[in-house]
């Protein structure tokens, strides 16, 4: 591909009702979104073709060290100067972007956002989908939700009831020190359980917290993410030991590397590939082909993306490794108004997008309505 011109998006846009984790409450998602324009390869010769990508870092640095304004300074200032750069001296294609720019340390989910937007147009100029470039053969995928930390018990029970008439196959909750076992132990009371069900700590507990945290192995939980420091391999491997419940990895695992150190370690059991995090959808390929090689579960999550992130996650997790339902929401569960045309739950499923590239184009006027600032470049 030859990459004639780029508009970086900043876009602010409502939550239909606030997301409580262990580290953040977020009441609006503010968020990236690029668009390239350019040349590339089609069936029968070059033609103009348009690419979307989208950033997965939150405002502030508290998921991660990135965020959301110094993922724009990182695009608009040093990744598109240098893919630029790169492209004047040969090729440019969705599979060389991650090379093209690996003298930039870190910025995974800036550069991921990159690779999806020139991913995006390679795949439109061919005509070809993005499930069908994975090798994806499912048209639709199991939808998990993901449940965040509540102002009270019987507004939880509210919650999870409400998202089980909708038909959510998964329940996930968030926990924190203090918001564990009770939770967890007022949704099987309630729900009974049949209902898969698993928590997610963003790195709240310690080792110290072993006990505790053994306290939820009688509740049969699908898994639980990320109970420790990002950092923690060593001890999630002591954790897992230590627990009937499985263990499983979010933002420990940021490359196939990482995911092979886990597995190695046995630090991990199940790993969540959240594309985003792990600077692409390539680079999340591999960690699926690598965990499938071992035996290792592994399920796709999210960052709250828009339509955009949104479909491209859907095609990924419907390779055949991930066995487990992801956090494939529908757009109601987080916007009363996507930037595209909005995905729905049927049947406790979300279909997977059949248009070529990622299959879904942003509405330009929503885009307009939520956009706080444009660098075009």
């Not at 995928?141 to 196959?169: A, C, E, R």
């Not at 990002?230 to 999630?236: A, F, I, N, W």
């Amino acid at each position: 591909m030859h990459i004639e011109s780029v508009e970086l998006r900043e876009l602010r846009i409502p939550l239909v009702s606030p997301f409580t984790t262990s580290f953040s409450t977020q009441y609006e998602r503010n968020t990236l979104v690029m668009k390239v324009t350019g040349t590339a390869d089609g069936p029968n010769g070059p033609v103009e073709t348009t690419g979307w990508g989208e950033c997965g870092a939150l405002s502030d640095p508290y998921y991660s060290a990135e965020y959301t304004a110094g993922a724009r300074m990182i695009l608009r200032d040093y990744l598109i100067p240098v893919l630029r750069q790169a492209q004047s001296t040969g090729p440019l294609s969705a599979e060389t972007v991650g090379h093209a720019l690996a003298g930039i340390v870190g910025h995974r989910m800036a550069k991921s956002t990159v690779e999806m937007a020139v991913l995006d147009a390679e795949l439109r100029a061919r005509g070809q989908s993005f499930a069908r470039y994975l090798g994806a053969t499912r048209t639709r995928v199991p939808s998990g939700v993901s449940v965040g930390i509540q102002d009270s018990i019987p507004q939880l029970l509210g919650t999870v009831g409400n998202y089980l008439s909708q038909g959510y196959v998964r329940i996930k909750l968030k926990i924190k020190p203090g918001w564990d076992v009770e939770p967890v132990a007022a949704v099987r009371k309630e729900f009974g359980y049949d209902v898969p069900l698993q928590v997610d700590a963003n790195a709240a507990y310690t080792l110290v917290d072993a006990p505790l945290l053994r306290r939820l192995d009688e509740f049969a939980l699908l898994l639980i993410e990320q109970p420790l420091a990002e950092d923690d391999l060593v001890q999630h491997a002591a954790l897992a030991a230590a627990l009937s419940t499985p263990i499983c990895l979010d933002e420990s695992v940021e490359s196939a590397k990482d995911a092979a150190d886990a597995i190695t370690l046995g630090a991990a059991s199940v790993i969540n590939i959240k594309p985003s995090r792990v600077g692409g959808y390539l680079e999340a390929k591999r960690i699926h082909d690598l965990a499938s090689a071992h035996g290792v579960a592994v399920w796709c999550g999210g960052m709250l993306e828009t339509g955009i992130g949104r479909a491209a996650n859907t095609a990924l997790a419907a390779l055949d490794g991930f066995t487990l339902p992801g956090d494939i929401s529908a757009s109601d569960r987080f916007y009363a108004e996507d930037i595209t045309e909005p995905f729905v739950i049927e049947d406790g499923h979300i279909a997977v997008p059949q248009g070529p590239g990622f299959g879904v184009t942003p509405h330009l006027e929503v885009l307009e309505r939520f956009t706080v600032g444009t660098d075009s470049m």
